[in-house]
Nanobody, 118 residues
Framework: QVQLVESGGGLVQPGGSLRLSCAASGSIFNIFTMAWYRQAPGEQRELVAAITDGGNTNYADSVKGRFTISRDNAKNTVSLQMNSLKPEDTAVYYC????????????WGQGTQVTVSS
């Protein structure tokens, strides 16, 4: 049974920083892509940032230059460093991993709330 456990969310003032972490536990091999998504109230879930096993990254235009995604392949973890946070970054942030080991797999975390407010 694979589980994704996210941590690091919370309340922060505009201009502040937060670091989200996601750890995959269980029998998990060959993770190709690790990513962070977010969903604000009344909005669709959107991709924030993704990183491949080779280290290639992709960011939403709205977070480029402010957020940095990183991963530790040995520990099966992915992190999201969020700087210069804005109120519009307020959302539930979800971790997602995709890969293949005999079969393709696609797992989501339970989500962690990020609130940017003064």
């Amino acid at each position: 049974q694979v589980q994704l456990v996210e941590s690091g969310g919370g309340l922060v003032q505009p201009g502040g920083s937060l670091r989200l972490s996601c750890a995959a536990s269980g029998s998990i091999f060959n993770i190709f892509t690790m990513a962070w998504y977010r969903q604000a109230p009344g909005e669709q879930r959107e991709l924030v940032a993704a990183i491949t096993d080779g280290g290639n990254t992709n960011y939403a235009d709205s977070v480029k230059g402010r957020f940095t995604i990183s991963r530790d392949n040995a520990k099966n973890t992915v992190s999201l460093q969020m700087n210069s946070l804005k109120p519009e970054d307020t959302a539930v942030y979800y971790c997602r991993i995709r890969g293949s080991y005999y079969n393709w797999y696609d797992y989501w975390g339970q989500g962690t709330q990020v609130t940017v407010s003064s």
